[in-house]
């Protein structure tokens, strides 16, 4: 929708340690990242360091931006650009600071802020995997269209961003979360704990015996993988573990959005070693009391990056069935089916995008 786009959004990635800031055009950055420390202690500071950072991106622009649109830590009251909280990056924002209208205050034009999930899966739903997979179907002949996405990214923490029927649900508090769903195995433990940098150096350290180690997950996935040395059977186990934490909470959300699943975020280098065990949650089966088994999920779940499994999600199971008292037939394709596939934008631009696309959609009033 906004990939052919002319209008100019100004974006921010915002970190505890750096702000990066540039500008976005049809979903594509136009402008090289401009970099300022955070200097997330000191609130004035760092306020003044926004308005510097944004200032140099529209100075460097041929024409005015529309919007600035960015992701920032919560909690916040996202749709009033309202940071408040326990922000560990950024401690001097803990009592509430009117960030969207001092920012709209200074520049003159609409300021929009957003969780950073939130934007990864609205910027690959409008810009990135479901247009790109929605035009495959119709390359592949194939009628079914997807609207519905979850977007997950695997790195510090457990993001998710779910976009419904082609809009964002930011829910009424600004609180869509899936980090806090129960642990699989870990009774009254959160599910982030097995599903984030610290998870795979943790069942590392715990199967290995090797409990001082300071390997990073890339370090460990070059284990599993034999390309360094240490214990490939922990380093295999601990990625499968996250897998499998990581289905169980995507099987709860899956069925009830119904759309396809997006991954992103640092930890999809090692998505051969994540992908099976997290597709095997995906695909689990249940019992009812009675003895009947039922899917985990009700949809079929295909692997949309393996392509023999997308020709079959393209395919599904079409035939003709009569109309009763006609000569017509219906057609009917009996198979409900989901996919899952790793971001092709990488993560950060994903994000960027949107909050360019989520930009252009409020100035529209869509």
Do not use: W
Not at 49 to 78: C, H, N, Q, W
Not at 213 to 239: L, M, N, Q, T
Request: glycine residues 12%.
């Amino acid at each position: 929708m906004y990939i052919h786009d002319s209008r100019t959004v100004v974006t921010l990635d915002a970190g505890g340690t750096n702000l990066v800031f540039g500008a976005m055009k049809g979903c594509e950055y136009i402008t090289e990242p401009i970099t300022y420390p955070s200097n997330a202690h000191d609130l004035d500071l760092c306020l003044d360091t926004m308005v510097s950072g944004f200032r140099e991106v529209i100075d460097s622009l041929d024409e005015k931006p529309v919007a600035i649109s960015f992701a920032f830590p919560g909690p916040a009251d996202y749709p009033n650009g309202i940071i408040g909280g326990f922000l560990p990056n950024f401690p001097s924002f803990r009592e509430g600071v009117a960030l969207g209208p001092f920012l709209e205050n200074e520049f003159g034009i609409p300021v929009f802020i957003n969780n950073d999930g939130d934007l990864f899966a609205y910027g690959e739903a409008l810009c990135g995997a479901l247009p790109d997979i929605n035009r495959r179907l119709a390359e592949a002949g194939s009628g079914k269209r997807y609207r519905n996405l979850l977007g997950y990214t695997f790195g510090t923490g457990f993001g998710v961003g779910m976009v419904v029927n082609g809009q964002l649900n930011r829910g009424d508090n600004s609180c869509v979360e899936t980090f806090c769903l129960p642990h699989k195995t870990k009774n009254g433990i959160i599910v982030e704990e097995g599903v984030a940098v610290r998870a795979v150096k943790r069942v590392y350290a715990e199967l290995s015996g090797d409990l001082g180690h300071s390997f990073e997950p890339k370090d460990i996935c070059e284990i599993a993988d034999g390309k360094r040395p240490g214990d490939v059977a922990a380093a295999r186990r601990a990625f499968e573990e996250f897998g499998e934490t990581a289905g169980d909470a995507m099987a709860i959300a899956a069925q009830l959005i119904d759309g396809i699943i997006v991954i992103g975020g640092g930890i999809t280098a090692a998505r051969h070693l994540i992908l099976p065990s997290l597709l095997g949650e995906l695909r689990a089966s249940l019992s009812t009391i009675g003895g009947d088994s039922v899917r985990r999920v009700q949809m079929e779940v295909f692997n949309l990056d393996d392509q023999a499994e997308f020709e079959a999600f393209a395919r599904g199971n079409s035939r003709r069935i009569p109309v009763r008292g006609t000569d017509l037939t219906a057609v009917y394709d009996d198979m409900k089916r989901i996919g899952v596939t790793f971001s092709r934008l990488g993560a950060s631009k994903a994000i960027s995008a949107g909050a360019y696309a989520f930009a252009l959609s409020k100035i529209d009033g869509e």
